[in-house]
């Protein structure tokens, strides 16, 4: 089996990569801007018409697009999000009409939720800022298309590699800064003032998925047989305190000092989106997927891919 995976080199992608890699008799093939890629694509700025020699050349029995931007200002966004999966659409009608794609969406597309009551692929959809939006135009791209596609809605992704750029992979970051200064479990006393990790508001709720479970996803919607739903939410199916990933995160790393939460450095999304949960049982019945991984595991295996060795004393909180 050949599969062009794009986006490999990014947190998610990476995972992705790996877990396909492992199959026996599978050929993944990178695409993407870098030299380093074996298909050379840029999906923010390619026509169609040449995406669709790239692929033809390529010829891919699947298509994975791990490939998104979470940042930026809503131009570049949209160029990312949204134009992207547009032009990998028509690219894969022309070129290579017969393979799946897997798309990689986001729970963003969904907006606001209503406590106690996770969202479901059918539910309508009212993202909060550009990032969600542009999200689900890429989403709406890839269902109208007409291939044989699927949209895997992740959830709120935590596990090694984290991105400093969400809040996993900075309370991680901004750990690994306290750790290199000697304030963690048996590195020293330190000062009352030194050993508090400053934070913004934590009281959101969101639904935290390990990266290896949606790796698994993907592998899953790339290799089932059949048809396969438009639109599967990959999530821990679970609203969770995110203050309780980080009292997690500080368990893991052996920080025993003080957690405040009053810097007023929360995110504006935060304040808008306070609930936020996906139901799974769509995925479990298409896939036969569910997620495996605990909070806990999640956790670890993020810090003990941070951990330093030594950091500068000082950190700055975000």
């Known amino acids: 089996m050949r599969i062009l995976l794009l986006g490999a080199g990014g947190y998610l992608g990476g995972h992705v990569a790996e877990r396909l890699r492992a199959r026996p008799g599978t050929t993944v093939l990178t695409g993407g801007r870098s030299p380093a890629a ?34 930026g200002d809503a131009v570049h966004l949209a160029e990312v999000n949204a134009r992207g999966p547009a032009a990998l659409c028509a690219a894969l009608r022309e070129a290579a009409p017969g393979a799946r794609l897997v798309h990689l969406g986001s729970a963003a597309e969904y907006g606001p939720g209503a406590p106690g ?37 992740v959830g709120n992704p935590v596990g090694a590699g984290a991105p400093v750029t969400g809040l996993p992979g900075r309370v991680a970051d901004l750990l690994a800064g306290l750790a290199g200064a000697g304030h963690v479990r048996g590195a020293g006393p330190g000062t009352e003032a030194e050993r508090v990790l400053r934070l913004g508001d934590l009281s959101a709720y969101r639904d935290f998925v390990d990266v290896r479970d949606v790796a698994r996803a993907v592998e899953l919607a790339v290799t089932v047989h059949g048809p396969v739903p438009p639109v599967l939410n990959v999530s821990g199916g679970e609203a969770v305190p995110v203050r309780e990933l980080v009292r997690k995160l500080a368990d893991a790393a052996g920080f025993t000092g003080r957690i405040d939460e009053g810097d007023g ?11 936020q949960c996906s139901s799974v049982t769509a995925a479990r019945e298409a896939l036969g997927w569910r997620p495996v991984h605990s909070l806990d595991d999640s956790a670890a295996a993020l810090w003990a891919a941070r951990a330093p060795a030594r950091l500068p004393e000082e950190v700055a909180a975000p």
């Open 265 to 275: 450095g929360g995110s504006d999304r935060s304040a808008r989106v306070s609930w």
């Open 117 to 153: 009551r996770p969202a479901a692929e059918s539910d309508p959809c009212a993202p909060a800022g550009p990032y969600g939006a542009t999200k689900l135009a890429g989403t709406v791209a890839v269902t109208a298309s007409g291939l044989d596609a699927v949209v895997l809605r």
């Open 38 to 71: 074996d298909v050379p694509v840029d999906l923010a700025a390619d026509r169609p018409g040449a995406l669709a020699r790239v692929l033809t050349a390529a010829a891919p029995d699947a298509v994975v697009n791990c490939a998104g931007a979470t940042g």
